[in-house]
């Protein structure tokens, strides 16, 4: 008996020990290999229940984040639009479409406006408030038509070559805008300026500020944060 | 020594160990993603509810070691978690055994006659079945923060396409607050349950292993409290060999 409880303890030492090794220190290629399946399967699962009335309310009664509003970019200044070197801003608004269009920002700003005071989750934890003013990007594309294998979009901007590629139908999301214009003022060069995506249905890193190019695509490129192992997806 | 009988059933067994491995990695990730943003308030805000607001969690207690790749360790061992938890709940209702991990009644006075039994308030250990009071009540409490957990985490991975269940949570704050702390919880009632089978029935881990167990060798056979009576043996329980009488 005693022979048999001694060798049960071995065993289930052993056992358990070596579950614990397997957690813990994984072959990192396998385990990464499993990390990056489990997100392929995610992405799917995140597509279906996605939905276009599945809207962010924010109280109406909240209050808005205002200054307190975490700016950030990834140059090593403030990114700003150099009229003088660069001529007028302008958004491409291109890819896998019928009809490619150059808006000047008074050309968007004449396009459909919608303000909409949302959620900015950001993806280290924290959710934010403020008021956009801006275009719908299903108003975008209902201008240059996108062709039938466009299932994906990419924003693009000049801080350095940050970009974000989106799926087509979280682009489409009534709440998805090139905003110009927050609580009320035209967009500050701390959050994008000239214009921006934004949009409750993405986390923060998605939406590409400083934005020059909304161009569809019939695959997914990647984007800044995504290449660095952050989830591609990023929806909320 | 006493006859052995089997304890716990291979599903049991099975889903206890997976949700060990499954609750270290979900506490141990979740935890790395907090410390992106240690604290609840939004920026501009404050949470003076939580005396801690802004100071990380030590970084050898987290896992996935860096925001990202926690990230994707928290979303895949999700499925983990619940597809372990649909087999164990679903498995002890259709064998019945729900009944020796739900509160019954009489369980409020039983709860009492443990601790004070524990407190040496009481000489004899009290009757019990399978587990005592206090067991139950934690094996009950731990699927329900469970639950809690899964909910609020829907809430605050989807605030916008599960929008109803984050309302549930009243917003995203506050489902990370309830996220947060229904974690706490369970990380201490398992750290309890790991005190009290080592300090007082260390055979019982055998029969989450093998499955078997000498009912001469329960706590309640032993008399025992944490670090007592350890060794001692004592008459079968009632409850583990149903077909002797009490006396």
Redesign the interface.
Known sequence: ?SID?RR?LT??AA??SS?VLA??NANPRSAAK??AF??R??IGV?EA???HD????VPAAA?L??????KYFVSKHVPMWDAAQRGAWRLEVSGAVRNPVTLTLEDLQRLPAVTQKV?H?????????ATWTGVRVSELARLVQPTPDAGYVDFAGFDEGYHESWDLESAMHP?TLVAYGMDGRLLGPGHGAPARVHS??KLGYKNTKYLTRVVFMPRRNGGY?TD????WYG?? | ?GELVKRNHWVVRLTH?VNV?AI??MAGSGMR??N??P?F?????RFPLNPWEGRPIPAWLT?GS????A???H??AM?LLVANAVVYVGFLALHGEWRDVTPRRGDARDTLEMLRFYLFRRKDHPRQGKHNALQRATYFAMPVLGLILVLSGLAI???????FITALFVN??WA?VVHFTAMALLIVLSLVHVFMVLSVDPWS??SM??GWYDPTRSPEARNARPFLHLFARGRPDADASPEQAAP
């Open positions: 008996m409880r049960f065993v289930s056992s358990l579950a957690a813990c499993l990390l489990a997100e399967r995610n995140e229940l996605f939905r599945a809207m962010n309310h209050a984040t205002g200054n307190a509003f975490p959620d989750f950001c993806v280290e934890g924290w959710n934010a408030r709440q409750p249905v944060w660095q192992g952050y989830e929806g909320t | 020594m160990w491995v270290v990695l993603i907090f992106a943003h604290a308030a939004r920026p501009g805000e896992f860096w925001l990202g790749g990230r994707h360790w979303f895949a499925w991975w989807k605030p916008v396409t599960l929008g995203y704050k990370r881990l055998r292993v093998s």
